[in-house]
Each structure stands twice: as structure tokens, then as C-alpha cells.
């Protein structure tokens, strides 16, 4: 598929381009990007921590770590390579790892990044607002983690590994970001690939 733009009544197609060749990194750009404006892929969900890793034994982050309405985790992992790489295990790792994090382990870790996003907020007040919540509820906290992947493609085996962890009541989308080049520009075109709109 390609974008195009009416001009002198024909469409004229809008030059693909790729992430590393406009110099967009993953962490540095495209994460920032996100962070900032997490409705692109999800509007009910609350960022809640960057590059997290707050466990023993291992060097592996969370590219995004978010709270979804509902009170579900959301891992958000970005690549910004052709195929998606191993993100789908990667995810499902990171998944596991925060699963048994409560609001209260939450608050410390909120806190810590909105300090280092330099904003004046109240972790507790922000969570129970984004919640709807009057006060902290434990036992509709975090009973699901569901997994976001973006990438500008994934593979086939990718996918059929998503498709099938979907079937077996595990939460994954695909959104696949797509650079595109018009006049100079960089265009972003965001889909939701699975689930299957």
C-alpha cells in the first residue's frame, strides 16, 4: 500500500522511506514521540514509566510502560527494524516480569518518572484520575498485562505467533508505523494491523 495526494486530478504516490535513513532512532525519537502523545496508540492509556528495569538479575527495559483504563499493564514495545525482530518474546518476557506489580509498587516507580520528566505531579492523584478511581484497589489492579508492538513491518512469523497468542487470551496489537517523505517531510502512517481492523 502506498499514500498519495490529489494533484492536477491524478494521485501521485508519496515516497516510502525508512526510519534509519531519516536518522528517527528508536529510543531518542520514536519512543519520545510516543511517550508524549501515547493516544496514538492507545487513548486510554497512562504512561507510567520509560526504559523500565526495576528487577535483579537482568539488563532487559521496557521500552514504555503504561496503565490502561481498565487497570491492566501495558507493555509497549518499539523496533524500528523491517521485520520486528524477536519483539513478540521479548514482550511476552517483560510481560511475565511485571505481572505481579501492584498500584502501591506502582507509585514509587510513577513517581521516579515524573520526576525525571520534570513534572510537578502527584503519582497517586494522577493513577486514581486516570483510573476513575476514589481510592486504590488492589484486586482489579493489574489482573491482565496486555502487549503493545510497533514497527514499520513484522514478519509472518511475527505475526502468526501474535495471532495465536490472541487465540489463547493473550492481549497483543501490531501497529505498524510506516516513515513516509513528502517535500521534505516526514510523514507517519499508523495502523493497527492486529488485530485485523
Not at 492536477?8 to 519512543?31: G, P, V, Y
Not at 487465540?167 to 510506516?178: E, H, Q, S, T, Y
Request: net charge negative.
Amino acid at each position: 500500500m502506498s499514500l498519495y495526494k490529489v494533484k492536477e486530478n491524478k494521485l501521485e504516490a508519496i515516497e516510502r522511506t525508512t526510519f534509519a535513513s531519516q536518522r528517527l532512532k528508536e529510543r531518542d525519537d520514536l519512543q519520545k514521540m510516543l511517550k508524549n502523545q501515547p493516544e496514538i496508540v492507545d487513548p486510554e492509556i497512562l504512561i507510567v514509566s520509560e526504559e523500565f528495569g526495576d528487577w535483579e538479575d537482568s539488563r532487559r527495559r521496557i521500552d514504555l510502560l503504561g496503565v490502561h483504563k481498565d487497570g491492566s499493564l501495558i507493555v509497549v514495545e518499539l523496533k524500528r527494524t523491517e521485520d520486528g525482530g524477536f519483539m513478540d518474546l521479548q514482550s511476552l518476557r517483560y510481560a511475565a516480569m511485571i505481572s505481579t506489580l501492584t498500584f502501591e509498587k506502582l507509585i514509587p516507580i510513577y513517581s521516579r518518572y515524573l520526576q525525571a520528566n520534570n513534572r510537578n505531579e502527584d503519582a497517586t492523584n494522577n493513577l486514581l484520575k486516570h483510573l476513575e478511581w476514589n481510592d486504590p484497589d488492589e484486586k482489579s489492579f493489574a489482573n491482565e498485562v496486555k502487549i503493545i508492538l510497533i514497527s514499520d513491518e513484522f514478519s509472518k512469523e511475527l505475526t502468526t505467533t501474535v495471532l495465536w497468542l490472541n487465540d489463547c487470551g493473550i492481549d497483543i496489537r501490531c501497529i505498524r508505523a510506516l516513515p513516509y517523505v513528502n517535500n521534505g517531510e516526514v510523514l507517519i502512517d499508523v495502523q493497527t494491523i492486529i488485530p485485523i481492523p
